[in-house]
């Protein structure tokens, strides 16, 4: 007979039912399931706080780059896009210096390289 295999999930799962079953400690249990104590309270503290859906895994991509370019200046460089359609990075950045802050504007490189995308 082969052997069971289990998902993450599956596991996550098990892993609280015995937790709330209060029989064993976080310390038995880590090392039933082989985790780390604070993955066993991650675990926890997402279960109480979410239910089951707490325990699904998250992206771990940043949510916010703090330098990435503000939403504001870029609506206006696709506005500006837009509107002058064949111009190049060079004119809309100029015109750009109308209607933003000159700190708020990403330079020519950082334009390029977000228009190849």
């Given at each position: 007979?082969?052997w069971?295999e289990?998902t993450?999930?599956?596991?996550k799962?098990?892993?609280?039912?015995e937790w709330?079953?209060?029989?064993?400690?976080?310390?038995?249990?880590c090392?039933?399931?082989?985790?780390?104590?604070?993955?066993?309270?991650?675990?926890?503290?997402?279960?109480e706080?979410d239910?089951?859906?707490?325990?699904?895994e998250h992206?771990?991509v940043?949510?916010k780059?703090?330098?990435?370019?503000k939403?504001e200046?870029?609506e206006?460089?696709l506005?500006?896009k837009?509107?002058h359609?064949l111009?190049g990075?060079?004119?809309?950045r100029?015109?750009?210096?109308?209607?933003?802050?000159?700190?708020?504007?990403?330079s020519i490189v950082?334009?390029q390289?977000n228009?190849?995308?």
């Amino acid at each position: 007979m082969p052997w069971k295999e289990t998902t993450t999930m599956e596991q996550k799962v098990e892993f609280i039912c015995e937790w709330r079953t209060q029989k064993y400690s976080i310390t038995e249990l880590c090392k039933v399931f082989n985790i780390s104590r604070p993955t066993a309270y991650k675990l926890i503290y997402r279960f109480e706080k979410d239910g089951i859906e707490g325990l699904k895994e998250h992206s771990k991509v940043p949510q916010k780059h703090p330098n990435s370019t503000k939403d504001e200046v870029v609506e206006n460089i696709l506005k500006l896009k837009e509107k002058h359609k064949l111009w190049g990075v060079k004119k809309i950045r100029r015109l750009l210096f109308n209607v933003c802050i000159e700190k708020d504007i990403p330079s020519i490189v950082d334009l390029q390289h977000n228009s190849e995308h």
